[in-house]
């Protein structure tokens, strides 16, 4: 090899690793408990929350993946285009997974979960209609109810049950029913169809 050959590979070769160490002072720290999302173009929807950073550089984290479902387990290298997440984003993939997950009326299961001292008594609740969804320290409560712990466990959905009802004709007219969706006092009700 020339002289001028070997000089063009050193120039190369010590670019590269100015360009390296460069990277490495601009890259974000990744911190366990913060919420996380990619700028790799087709995976902006990945929303996570760092659990873990294991020995090899992998991230351990629970989230919504780039197809709207939930994860749990190591997820992606530390090294990904990862930029924090604001708590609007995550709350937002949060309530939009739950309600595909929950349906109105139904109960939640949190047997299992890391539960709040307030909620320790009571391990199955109903879902209350038109709640919000917030985050707390604790995890993640949705239609008025705790159903995600601060691992990223979710409550065990119970569908609300739907029961036969006998109905009695009178006077010999015919009566339609339908069954409300609405929920109260532990009992659907039942509405007369015009």
């Given at each position: ?126 879902l209350e209609r038109n709640h919000s969804a917030y985050l707390m320290d604790d995890g993640f409560w949705y239609k008025g109810r705790y159903v995600m712990d601060k691992h990223?466990k979710w409550a065990k959905g119970l569908k609300a049950e739907v029961k036969d009802y006998d109905i009695e004709v009178v006077n010999n007219t015919d009566v339609n029913f ?17």
């Amino acid at each position: 090899m020339e002289l001028k050959e070997q000089i063009e590979q050193l120039e190369k070769d010590f670019n590269y690793r100015i360009q390296e160490l460069k990277n490495q002072i601009n890259k974000p720290k990744i911190e366990v408990g913060k919420v996380y999302k990619s700028k790799v173009v087709g995976y902006e929807k990945i929303l996570m929350c760092i659990t873990e950073l294991d020995n090899d550089g992998w991230c351990v984290a629970y989230g919504i993946d780039v197809y709207g479902d939930y994860f749990k387990g190591r997820s992606c290298h530390q090294d990904k285009q990862l930029i924090e997440a604001t708590p609007e984003e995550w709350t937002t993939a949060l309530t939009k997974y739950a309600d595909e997950l929950y349906k109105d009326c139904d109960r939640v299961d949190r047997s299992g979960l890391d539960i709040p001292k307030e909620y320790e008594a009571i391990k199955i609740d109903s879902l209350e209609r038109n709640h919000s969804a917030y985050l707390m320290d604790d995890g993640f409560w949705y239609k008025g109810r705790y159903v995600m712990d601060k691992h990223g466990k979710w409550a065990k959905g119970l569908k609300a049950e739907v029961k036969d009802y006998d109905i009695e004709v009178v006077n010999n007219t015919d009566v339609n029913f339908h069954i409300n969706k609405s929920f109260e006092n532990g009992k659907y009700k039942l509405v007369p169809v015009d």
